[in-house]
Nanobody
Framework: QVQLVESGGGLVQAGGSLRLSCAASGRSFTSYAMGWFRQSLGKEREFVAAISWIGGVTYYADSVKGRFTISRENAKSTLYLRMNSLKPEDTAVYYC??????????????????WGQGTQVTVSS
């Protein structure tokens, strides 16, 4: 079992920045590749970014590429999402998730076994 707790969401103006954190506990953090997903009202959950278990490989949705940065600090069992140049369309609940590193489909939410409770990000225009 892995427990995930997100923090760092809030209200920010368009063009601003936020950094989300996801603290993991339970089984070894380094056993898992990690991802961020988001879900806005009336829409399905969508992939945002993913990172390999050691942090050397990252993936991004086209909509956030160049603006968001995913990273992890394994010594602290923590995952991060740095979000710059935020837009109103980035408004959503953001979730971190963990998947076994043997599963390759990083953008498929079904590949992830563990999820946090989510943190709200609201970007005003």
């Amino acid at each position: 079992q892995v427990q995930l707790v997100e923090s760092g969401g809030g209200l920010v103006q368009a063009g601003g920045s936020l950094r989300l954190s996801c603290a993991a506990s339970g089984r070894s953090f380094t056993s898992y590749a990690m991802g961020w997903f988001r879900q806005s009202l009336g829409k399905e959950r969508e992939f945002v970014a993913a990172i390999s278990w050691i942090g050397g490989v990252t993936y991004y949705a086209d909509s956030v590429k160049g603006r968001f940065t995913i990273s992890r600090e394994n010594a602290k069992s923590t995952l991060y999402l740095r979000m710059n140049s935020l837009k109103p369309e980035d408004t959503a609940v953001y979730y971190c998730a963990a998947r076994p590193q043997t599963r390759a489909h990083y953008s498929d939410s079904g590949e992830y076994d563990y999820w946090g409770q989510g943190t709200q990000v609201t970007v005003s225009s």
